[in-house]
């Protein structure tokens, strides 16, 4: 792929295409556990407050102080005319007390109703991150069968840009920010990715002026080309053969050509498990009343669910932290540990649960058609880890949180979709025709 003119200058020769995803990470700490306090904060910060009375509340405060002094006036006047001249003294002295106690009053009103104008504000957010995060929870019902537990989702495809990423991308930006390591209109943030975390990154950027080169294997799906592109991000392509480890390879080198170039690098970049920490498991904790028992994730990175698990142990350490990983995946699994991610605090889990693509494609196929809820083949997958716990005698009653991280549309093109793909292209007049022969036969019936 070409990069634009200002930044093909800037690189001094040609990007080669280079990478393909792997699942390599690279090292990352976990950060010291902020206080309760700190972590229950939502990521939403409060909307702009804007007075919806235009000062007509104050303009009424302002006439009952008014009304209020001309009634102490006429008292005190009346009081005059029927006290002789020895009490006036006396008189006017309890009428000046009486003026000021109405005067206190009357701008005591006057200052509540002002607080209550402020508080009173439109519910709309500043600028797109101020949506990311309190996504919503809701139970599965239909695909559930046989389980004696209770599971519920949490809906990360339900972020802005349809991915838990969304949390990371603007968490790696804003620490960046505070470090002062980077300035917005002059830094160019750089990325290797396989999609969802290079989308998070590009619309964040939009919203604070950055420009944005994300490096990606040519395999990735042109959903995810697509999208980046019209978030405005720079995309190089990497050979498919080398990996991420590739892609990453190549955004180093662009960050050592072009002056003000930052490298984001969400798999050794501490925001990564410290977001979840203070979001995610707040909000799995507050939304449940504390009451979860289990929690599953995908591992991926580790971040997820290193930071979730994390604070929801600190809450209650009964709580249980299961990961999901695909079959073929090189992972720890228990008698056979493999790779473990070095964002991965792995003395967290619980249990790692191995799921086939075969089981987790059928069983996001059927969280659509079943539950109405259109996730990726890795909610598929920790779906079905999540039933099968559901499904032991010994979970009986246990409330299972499981996140889906990304929303299915961007997998149009995959495994995922490819037969109703198939199906839709064969899509024609005699299909209509047969539609409606069936509907005439129901309606008979």
């Known amino acids: 792929m070409t990069l634009s003119p200002p930044l093909a200058a800037a690189l001094h020769r040609p ?21 309760r306090a700190k972590s229950s904060k939502s990521l939403r910060t409060p909307p702009r407050a804007v007075s919806r009375s235009n000062g007509a509340a104050a303009s009424a405060a302002a006439k009952a102080a008014t009304e209020n002094t001309k009634t102490a006036a006429k008292k005190k006047e009346s009081k005059k005319k029927e006290s002789g001249s020895n009490g006036r003294a006396a008189d006017a002295k309890a009428d000046a007390k009486a003026d000021a106690k109405a005067e206190v009053k009357a ?3 006057a200052e509540e109703t002002e607080a209550e104008e402020e508080e009173e504000a439109l519910n709309i957010a500043d600028n797109v991150t101020q949506l990311i995060g309190c996504t919503p929870m809701v139970y599965l019902n239909k695909v559930v069968e046989g389980c004696v537990g209770n599971i519920a989702a949490k809906l990360e495809s339900m972020e802005p840009c349809r991915s838990v990423k969304d949390r990371i991308a603007n968490s ?32 964040v950027a939009v919203t604070k002026g950055y420009t944005v080169i994300v490096t990606m294997p040519a395999s990735v799906d042109i959903e995810k080309k697509i999208i980046l592109r019209a978030l405005g991000a720079e995309v190089v392509l990497t050979d498919p053969v080398k990996g991420l480890k590739g892609a990453q390879e ?65 809450m209650n350490k009964k709580i249980k932290v299961i990961g999901a990983t695909p079959l073929d995946r090189n992972v720890p699994s228990g008698d056979k540990p493999g790779y473990v991610p070095p964002v991965l605090d792995l003395g967290l889990l619980d249990e790692v649960l191995k799921v086939s693509n075969e089981d987790a ?55 995922l979709f490819s037969s109703i793909d198939e199906e839709v292209q064969k899509l024609g007049e005699d299909n209509l025709n047969w539609i409606t022969d069936y509907v005439r036969g129901s309606r008979r019936e």
């Open 107 to 109: 701008e005591v009103k």
């Open 361 to 415: 494609i059928e069983m996001a196929r059927r969280l659509a058609m079943e539950e109405g809820l259109l996730v990726g083949i890795s909610s598929g997958g920790a779906a079905a880890a999540a039933i099968k716990i559901a499904k032991r005698p010994e979970n009986s009653g246990k409330l299972i949180v499981v996140i889906f991280p990304s929303f299915g549309e961007r997998y149009i093109r995959t495994a």
């Open 15 to 35: 990007l080669p295409l280079i990478s393909i995803f792997s699942s390599i990470s690279l090292p990352i700490s976990l950060i010291p556990s902020p206080n």
């Open 172 to 203: 790696m930006i804003l620490a960046a920010e505070e470090s002062g390591a980077i300035t917005p209109g002059k830094t160019v943030l750089v990325e290797a990715t396989t999609g969802n975390t290079g989308i998070g990154v590009a619309f």
């Open 250 to 314: 190549k955004a180093e080198q662009i960050c050592a050509d072009i002056p003000n170039a930052y490298l984001l690098q969400q798999f050794n970049n501490t925001a990564n498990s410290k977001i979840h920490f203070e979001s995610t498991g707040p909000e799995i904790w507050e939304d449940t009343k504390g009451l979860v028992d289990i929690v599953v994730a995908s591992i991926g990175t580790g971040g997820t669910i290193t930071g979730t698990g994390n604070y929801l142990k600190k």
